[in-house]
């Protein structure tokens, strides 16, 4: 097999003006991608009425899209490596719309799941590559204030999703969830079209061997956790699980050796990537404990309506705005290890203090606690990002972007299934016990930040 061809990060990046029509089109699509991973929860019960569904099967219309794009993220990431990014990221966000009108003109369940399949890939098409190709943009003196933008593109449209799903309910029907990315969509293709830059190309092959076990490895892990969240039977549980693992062996043995695998375990044996990796995965699990919990305390315990709730919870989205680009500033200055350790052990304080608010807290209570975990959110995510990017080779910047996009993804839906666990153990409390079990994952989180300030500077490897 061939080596990977071995490109330099450039020094000037694009031209300013292309500069900013290029990252307009990454963090709008990047935007809307983020948005419908969580968009169409609160429709549910409408499309279930309008299709005819029963309510355990509209699931799929989120199942899907879900599942679809974990499992296309690494083989996408490892063909933008081959076929180069600016390609593939086109393509997806080109298929992301076209779906998006097959979802909105959908008129039965099974139909709008396809669709959903399909807008799953062309979400993972865009997510794969994203990163890498900022490293394309800008030069590497302003690498972190332009990761700090992209954090902040997906921090807030996770954040705002259920928001904006409610405004556009309120305004129309449910198929205008989906329609409504057909001209932000087609004006951010054609922006892409004309500024996104060519990159390197890899001298290996594309193995769709390894793409298909890939697939399986995460669809399969993911579908496992989904179900044992809902209460579904042991045997078929441990049958998925059981799936997930066979897959996960033959990649391991199928791409032992390979210069570049899909599974970029040979990034893992850089330090620095792989705590880097570790520290996303546990604090954006904890980011999903507490975004999945946080409604039940407002609303079930403290009795809430759900547009109150909405605002209770806006204070950690819009802090996080404002510190993810200083985050990427600061991260062009000090080590990610610092500023990501601090920022996690103040979410861990943050998500105690919420687990602990009393019966019936003032808004000041309430918001000040979600500020202060918006802040260490956003002093975090900025400087990781870049960690993750700048420590691996250019040349393998779309496998690390893929493991930047599956280490968010498999996070958020590691902290939904344990929030599922923790009402199953307390009904009652459920809500306080997932926020515990968040704090205690930012706890963890910030130990691995503090140990990247051991494992050398970061290595921006050629």
């Avoid at 995460?218 to 066979?246: K, N, Q």
């Avoid at 996960?248 to 990034?267: N, S």
């Avoid at 808004?363 to 959110?377: I, T, V, Y």
Wanted: glycine share 10%; charged share 5%.
């Amino acid at each position: 097999m061939t080596a990977p061809s071995s490109t330099a990060l450039p020094a000037d990046g694009l031209p300013e003006r292309q500069r900013l029509r290029a990252m307009t089109a990454i963090l709008v699509s990047l935007a809307m991608a983020t948005l419908d991973t969580a968009i169409a929860n609160i429709a549910l019960p409408s499309i279930a009425a309008d299709l005819q569904a029963s309510a355990a099967a509209s699931v799929w219309v989120v199942n899907a899209y879900q599942l679809a794009m974990v499992a296309a993220l690494l083989p996408l990431a490892s063909l933008g490596e081959i076929v180069g990014h600016r390609r593939v990221y086109v393509s997806g966000l080109l298929l992301f719309t076209a779906s998006s009108l097959a979802c909105g003109l959908a008129w039965s369940l099974p139909s709008l799941a396809a669709a959903r399949v399909l807008q799953g890939l062309g979400a993972a098409a865009i997510m794969s590559v994203n990163t890498a190709l900022i490293r394309f943009i800008y030069p590497s003196r302003m690498l972190g204030r332009a990761v700090g933008l992209n954090a902040l593109a997906v921090g807030l449209s996770f954040a705002v999703g259920p928001t904006v799903a409610s405004i556009i309910l309120s305004l129309g029907a449910w198929p205008w969830l989906f329609l409504v990315n057909l001209p932000i969509g087609l004006a951010a293709f054609a922006l892409a079209c004309s500024a996104l830059p060519a990159t390197p190309r890899a001298g290996h092959g594309f193995d769709a061997a390894a793409a298909s076990l890939s697939a399986g490895l995460f669809a399969f892990a993911v579908l496992g956790l989904g179900e044992a969240t809902h209460g579904a039977p042991g045997w078929r549980i441990g049958g998925e699980w059981a799936v997930a693992l066979a897959c996960g062996a033959a990649l391991l043995r199928r791409q032992a050796g390979h210069p570049a695998p899909m599974l970029a375990i040979d990034l893992f044996s850089r330090p620095m990537f792989a705590l880097s990796a570790a520290t996303s995965f546990c604090t954006f699990t904890a980011q999903g404990l507490a975004f999945v919990s946080l409604p039940f305390l407002f609303q079930t315990v403290m009795g809430h309506s759900q547009v109150e709730t909405g605002f209770l919870m806006t204070p950690w989205p819009a802090v996080v705005a404002l510190m993810a680009p200083i985050g990427g500033r600061l991260s062009d200055r000090y080590p990610a290890g610092l500023l990501g350790g601090a920022g996690l052990a103040t979410l861990s304080v943050g998500m105690m203090s919420l687990a602990l608010l009393p019966a019936h807290p003032s808004l000041f209570d309430s918001g000040w606690r979600m500020a202060l975990c918006g802040f260490g959110f956003g002093l975090f995510q900025s400087p990781n990002l870049k960690a993750m990017m700048t420590s691996a080779p250019a040349a393998r910047s779309g496998s690390a972007s893929g493991i930047v996009a599956t280490a968010r993804l498999l996070g958020q839906a590691t902290g939904a299934a344990l929030v599922a666990a923790c009402f199953s153990v307390s009904p009652a409390h459920g809500a306080p016990l997932a926020l515990w079990w968040g704090a205690a994952f930012a706890g963890v989180a910030c130990l691995a930040s503090f140990m990247r300030l051991a494992a050398g500077p970061q290595v921006q490897a050629a």
